[in-house]
């Protein structure tokens, strides 16, 4: 049984945008942190953004700050990821994952994750 479950990716051009959406399929699945992260083919998984649920605290890994935006709707159990100006370089598969705190997040060493949904940007 899917925990996380991601929507939203497709294929775009450069410049374009994307939402795309975590829904936790019970609240269970829900943790303090929920963040998203992304694999491109051949390279290393790396921490893309990430919202504290109790604030609204945010963290973006520097190479999306500006054009990313992450943001949660508690009363739908769900966190968004818009997404603006890509580039071909934000291609990939991008995951959901709920943790304790944002060093779980930069770890990652979340709790619960999602299968991924795939975003490619053509230039």
């Known amino acids: 049984q899917a925990q996380l479950v991601e929507s939203g990716g497709g294929s775009v051009q450069a410049g374009e945008s994307l939402r795309l959406s975590c829904a936790a399929t019970e609240y269970k699945y829900t943790r303090n942190c929920m963040g998203w992260f992304r694999q491109a083919p051949g390279k290393e998984r790396e921490a893309v953004a990430a919202i504290m649920i109790a604030d609204s605290r945010t963290f973006y890994r520097d190479s999306v700050k500006g054009r990313f935006t992450i943001s949660q709707d508690n009363a739908k159990n769900t966190v968004y990821l818009q997404m603006d100006s890509l580039k071909p370089d934000d291609s990939a598969m991008y995951y959901c994952?709920?943790?304790?705190?944002?060093?779980?997040?930069?770890?990652?060493?979340?709790?619960?994750w999602g299968k991924g949904t795939l975003v490619t940007v053509s230039s």
């Open positions: 994952a709920s943790g304790e705190d944002f060093i779980a997040f930069l770890g990652q060493s979340m709790d619960y």
